[in-house]
């Protein structure tokens, strides 16, 4: 059994809030210059500037990318091996955020449903946590704008829809989101499961480095489909027009009920950030 | 692609020079405005009392800022999501605002007021927060202090980047083509 300190663990969940806020995650800002190179489209080349411009400003002058710095997600994989000490590992992470969100700047924007009063320190933190083997902590953390998550989706579909109808999903999906989630966008889509895990495995497909191709042949298939699909419809960058509606679409996918085949497709903007560190 | 520099406030005749497509780099005054601070100006509206600002000839930009860094002027401010607002837009257009920045699409409702008051709705870019910032030289609080980012700022900016999207004409650039005004019984736009 090996010990960690809770305060250790705020003091990670702080440390990569102030930097996930300020840079974009692996890979997004070469997809953002590999698009301008190709784009064609006039109005569509300057705004791919702009977001470039923005991502280098951003981390040199220590703004966060987007004003919108996002509800707290915060992804825990934990050895079995390990035990927590000093407190209340929960009461841990949210502490982290409070201070990372307070020291850094940056909005809060978490509020009551119904009254929409604001909570005022960002929080509660949307804290997913998964027991692995070993001894080892790793934390992600992942501030998503509401803007994008607005236009996400899920469905169960009839297993008779197959790829295509997962396919026809994301387009339709894309398609009727149009300039409102900030594309260029990567396309998180979770297939099988039921309704809350394909939603997991979407939102977890969108912290793969942007670049690096899917370990299963078969699905790295699906996503140049889909990516080739979805560039075609003409969106272009923040609505304008153009080729480049989508920098990439990443799946997931893991086995269902025999009456079902639930999709979900979580949309996230240009401004992908992500981080994360082992324990 | 058409560039234009523009100072608010914007008159008429300067909304009707322009068309959707056009890339606007906009200076002078703005007000910003999003959710609960949309509907309180229509509070305020229903009760027959004045708005913080004269609305006339003047443009409300759908943002709500990070918090103030020391040393700077303002903190990362890009447009929000601009269909939430929607339902209040054309009574404020009726009183004489010129233009709206956001981002995102507009309602049906939206696209006939900006027909019939002569105004025009911008997008600027979504998630470009921090540049965005760098083209805002003054910003003051002056109403709704209350709601934290969500409070009305007035903010002076220079050559800040836009793009029309819903124009005077109906024109729509999500659309790629023109949005018309329902017709009457004997073809004529109501």
């Known amino acids: 059994m090996r010990y960690v300190e809770v305060k250790e663990v705020k003091e990670t969940v702080k440390r990569l809030f102030l930097q996930a806020n300020l840079e974009l995650g692996e890979g997004v800002l070469e997809a953002l210059k590999r698009a301008r190179e190709e784009e064609k489209n006039a109005l569509a080349k300057r705004t791919l500037d702009l977001l470039i411009e923005n991502a280098l400003f951003a981390k040199a002058e220590g703004l966060p990318i987007c004003q919108d710095t996002g509800l707290a997600i915060v992804i825990m994989e934990i050895g079995q091996g390990i035990a927590f000490k000093g407190g209340s590992l929960r009461e841990a992470v949210e502490e982290g955020v409070r201070e990372a969100y307070s020291e850094g700047f940056f909005r809060k924007s978490v509020c009551h449903p119904f009254s929409r009063k604001n909570t005022g320190d960002n929080t509660p933190v949307i804290l997913h946590l998964e027991v692995t083997e070993g001894d080892k902590v790793r934390v992600i953390v ?137 324990l | 692609m058409r560039e234009r520099r523009m100072k608010t406030p914007l008159s008429e005749e300067e909304i009707l020079s322009l068309r959707s497509g056009d890339f606007v780099m906009l200076s002078g005054i703005v007000f910003t405005a999003r959710d609960v601070a949309h509907r309180r100006l229509i509070d305020l509206i229903g009760q027959g009392r004045p708005l913080p600002f004269d609305p006339k000839g003047q443009v409300i930009y759908y943002a709500g800022p990070c918090p103030t860094p020391p040393g700077k002027v303002i903190g990362s401010i890009g447009p929000t999501t601009s269909g939430r607002m929607d339902p209040f837009t054309p009574q404020l257009l009726a009183l004489g605002i010129k233009g709206t920045i956001g981002k995102g699409k507009r309602s049906k409702e939206v696209k006939e007021a900006l027909i019939r008051h002569k105004a025009v709705y911008f997008a600027t870019i979504g998630g470009a927060g921090a540049i965005l910032s760098r083209y805002v030289k003054r910003a003051s609080i002056i109403a709704f202090e209350d709601l934290g980012p969500e409070a009305i700022t007035e903010l002076e900016v220079e050559d800040f980047p836009l793009v029309v999207i819903n124009d005077a004409y109906g024109g729509d650039l999500y659309e790629g083509h023109r949005f018309q005004l329902p017709l009457d019984d004997k073809g004529d736009p109501q």
Request: with cysteine.
């Open chain 1, 142 to 278: 992942f501030p998503k704008g509401g803007g994008s998550e607005n236009k996400s989706l899920a469905q169960v579909l009839p297993p008779y829809a197959g790829r295509e109808g997962v396919v026809e999903f994301v387009l339709k999906t894309v398609k009727e989101a149009g300039p409102d989630p900030c594309p260029p966008l990567i396309i998180g889509v979770g297939i099988g499961g039921n309704l809350e895990t394909s939603s997991l495995l979407a939102k977890k497909a969108l912290l793969r480095p942007l670049g690096k191709p899917n370990p299963d042949p078969e699905l790295q298939g699906l996503e140049e489909e889909i990516l080739r699909k979805v560039n075609a419809l003409g969106i272009g960058p923040q609505g304008f027009g153009g080729m480049t509606t989508a920098l990439a679409c990443h799946v997931m996918l893991m086995p269902c009920h025999i009456a079902s085949l639930p999709v979900s497709v979580n949309l996230q903007c240009h401004a992908h950030r992500w981080k994360e560190a082992y």
